[in-house]
């Protein structure tokens, strides 16, 4: 049950036909997942939804494709996306997340939530040392 | 301005006493930042806290230092704690993280924060080939 | 499966009554959906709510209604109630939502869910320019 | 720096007087804080908040005054509202809460954190045996 | 659907074992709920988790068990942790929440939802008189 | 403080120099706020950003400019983004949002921070007439 309805083979435009091509041919794969299938609504916002997502999480960049997929899952489960915690768990077992690698994102994220949790209930202020002269960083 | 008071190493007892010293010794620095001075006003929970935190970020395991701050700093953005960005930002590049990977970090953060609130909106069912059969993960 | 029972027309108190009844007034259709019901456990909390549920977006006021279901949305969205997404989403299209204004809707929810990411990533200061004298505002 | 000029006692309109007013005379104490300051900027919403937090917080029911504000620090560290946690933690500490109960509330806050996002990461379904079934709840 | 298997009697290990032995006997029942059985995919953080429930939870200290429960439940809806919810709103009811007692609790959960958006709306600055000094704090 | 340096009109580079004579002619004012200007130690993630906002918010689309404000400030105020709360605030004020259209915005946001956590702490079950069938909507 979604708010908008899922876009199939046959109803599809040739706008969307062209990104579920796209996400066919970068990802060696038939399968089409239901947030495209649901986007599609709005060729529009697939098109560009697609095309960030193939930019920043396909392209080769300074960080490999499995540590952005745990970071992905990292920010989709302090944002209680259910739905992104389930495919980018899935795409990281893809890109060869092991079990111990598994349970070690999950310790970092339990203790980043509780520490999160305390360093606002406590309203620390940010110690000065953290600063970022410009001088130091972009000289 | 806390809503606790920072101890001090004029003000501390005994048992926060050891925990600043085992974090003086585990980082090799003489610096106690502003989280663990403020969580001090309780000894017990400095005490566990810093324990999951040195199990957690400095022991040897599956992932390396620089990603485990890498979905700390992910976690933190998408709670909104301030405080934290700064203080594993800063603990990031102490880590080695270079420009080029601070800005892929922030390209996939952004990326999740934007496909969390669609799918989210969009109410996205999970595809049934997410779903993990305990026969094929635990055989 | 909730955390209070549903209540039925056949198990309602007077108090509950008299608002379910309004509700329908108020609305001009039969169905009480399920928020309502499971509320309806405490009367009081009930009552309160809904009238300022009414209050708010069914009484004239500066927004026009389908306006204020868009806003309504984008907070459900972000804090990721998945039973608010539903409701008010089909409460806008009731208002006379079309597709084009729901993509639209989504383009900004995403696009604002991005950058609150990118902009706690960078904790970016406040310009002193978006600064209210109150001078200039209330004279 | 806020989004709305603060309200002085210079500048108030009769509502808004007649709220202060009612502020003063319930917390016995002549302060006003600027939470109700910014809100007076519209006298109603000033109005309905002020009626529900007096009906909420301060009338007897079945919670008592400082268990009622630990609730309410809960909520807004969870939130992140930075003024939120300052202002019920500095009333908690009015109402009684001592350094003890301080630390136990950040204990139970912190594991909460932790186990909210290690069941988000998890997507554990809930045990049927939670279910609430009518007859037993409502007899 | 879960990220990870659920570890059965069957399955489990000796480490899994003791801790789930040590539930059962902490909590005088031989129900293992999902969470436990989901986490158990990697024993140590089974153990640290359990260890650190039982202690904030389960141990004398200077808050009462019930309202630990409510405090746990208010977080957890904040967090938006469905799961959690459940789990903690049929813990409360077994350490003796009343009927009225959920209806303040979803009370004030309310109220401080509603106050912290309008908090973080107006952007409220804080008032110093919240401030505390480590001389009237820490004496 | 922020958590890169903020790029001055004397640092930067021709891609940025690029966008930032965009955002200037597109604003018709001279003045680049600091989320640019920080933004701007990745050129690329400069680029793609202020071009999805200049889509988004800036080129006639279903939805009003000031709807759209509204719709962001939304979203920024249930995700705690400071920054972008007063950004927004003082854009949609740019683009003749009243004091009463304020008011009214803060009221929906309130209502909607308060419902959202009630439906949460309820666990409401979504209605099944808030189903979208295929044939309905895209016959």
Redo the contacts between chains.
């Keep these: ?6 876009t ?1 083979d046959e ?1 599809q435009s040739s706008r969307v036909q062209a990104v579920f091509d796209d996400i066919r041919r970068t990802r060696g794969s038939d ?1 089409i ?3 495209w299938r ?2 599609a ?2 060729p ?2 697939l098109e ?2 697609w095309a ?2 193939k ?3 396909v392209a080769p ?3 490999d494709p499995l ?2 997929e ?18 980018h ?2 795409a990281a077992r893809a890109k060869g997340m ?30 000065p ?6 001088d130091t ?2 000289p």
């Design positions: 049950m979604a708010t908008t309805p899922a199939t109803t399968f997942n239901a947030f649901h986007l609504f709005d529009a916002l560009s939804t960030e997502a930019r920043t999480m960049s300074a960080l540590t952005k745990l970071i992905y899952i990292a920010v989709s489960v302090a944002n209680g996306c259910s739905y992104c915690v389930h495919s768990t899935a092991t079990e111990a690698q598994h349970a070690d994102l999950l310790a970092v994220i339990g203790l980043a939530g509780k520490t999160n949790h305390l360093a606002t209930a406590l309203q620390v202020p940010v110690d040392v953290f600063d970022i002269s410009p960083l972009r």
